[in-house]
């Protein structure tokens, strides 16, 4: 049973487009993630919930929007699409938020490619 | 900025040989943690070290942390080509609510 999904696997775009990437948890988990690893490997949080609370925003351009519509989901939007976009998008959930040791558990990826 | 730096940031050995990864931090933490990801996959959670542990085991891995020098290192022992894969470390900082992880070390198991 998959604990951390994401969809679509692989999205090609345009620039200027607008797109979703979707993340559902089974894991029974207060807490989700939004992180973007470049092609350097370099994993780097956007944004965490926590029972559907934005508690984490990082310096992260407006065109992203993230969407908690229930505890176990959380949805990336982004709009006017850039090249600077393309990268592996992780989507990931814990326990609760970090501080007590708690592991997270990371979903397969979504890899964005803006032409 | 950036907590954790990762060394090295690749390491090829051949199978059956000790591979041991270190990651060096800044600022104080609540715990430190270790991660794989195989190619084109996900971060899988390894193993995670408290602020007041030294030293923890799990199966072929050992890690280590040392608190004064803001270090930890990752020895997978006996290594497995299955073991070919990126490691990163990341740290959970005092009142940060996130983890913040290393560039990784890209490790090869070469059979």
């Known amino acids: 049973d998959t604990a951390v999904s994401q969809t679509p696997k692989y999205l090609v775009t345009q620039m200027g487009n607008d797109k979703s990437i979707k993340c559902e948890q089974n894991?029974?988990?207060?807490?989700m993630y939004w992180y973007k690893q470049d092609s350097k490997k370099f994993l780097k949080i956007m944004f965490s919930?926590?029972?559907?609370?934005?508690?984490i925003n990082e310096t992260v351009p407006n065109r992203f929007s993230p969407k908690s519509p229930d505890k176990a989901h959380l949805n990336l939007h982004i709009n006017s699409l850039e090249l600077g976009d393309s990268a592996v998008y992780f989507c990931?959930?814990?326990?609760?938020?970090?501080?007590?040791?708690?592991?997270?558990?990371f979903g397969p990826g979504t890899r964005l490619t803006v032409t | 900025s950036q907590q954790g730096e990762e060394d090295p940031q690749a390491l090829s050995i051949q199978e059956g040989e000790n591979a041991t990864m270190n990651c060096s931090y800044k600022?104080?933490?609540?715990?430190l943690q270790w991660y794989r990801q195989n190619s084109g996959r996900g971060l899988v959670h390894l193993i995670l070290?408290?602020?007041?542990?030294r030293e923890k085991h799990s199966g072929r891995l050992r890690v280590t942390l040392d608190t004064s020098k803001k270090s930890s290192s990752l020895l997978i022992t006996a290594s497995r080509a299955a073991d070919t894969a990126s490691y990163f470390c990341?740290?959970?900082?005092?009142?940060?609510?996130?983890?913040?992880f290393g560039q990784g070390t890209r490790l090869t198991i070469n059979p």
């Open positions: 070290i408290r602020s007041n542990e």
């Open positions: 990341a740290t959970d900082r005092q009142g940060a609510q996130k983890l913040v």
């Open positions: 990931a959930s814990s326990q609760d938020t970090q501080g007590r040791g708690y592991e997270q558990y």
């Open positions: 600022t104080s933490i609540n715990n």
């Open positions: 919930y926590n029972n559907k609370e934005l508690i």
């Open positions: 894991l029974g988990h207060d807490t």
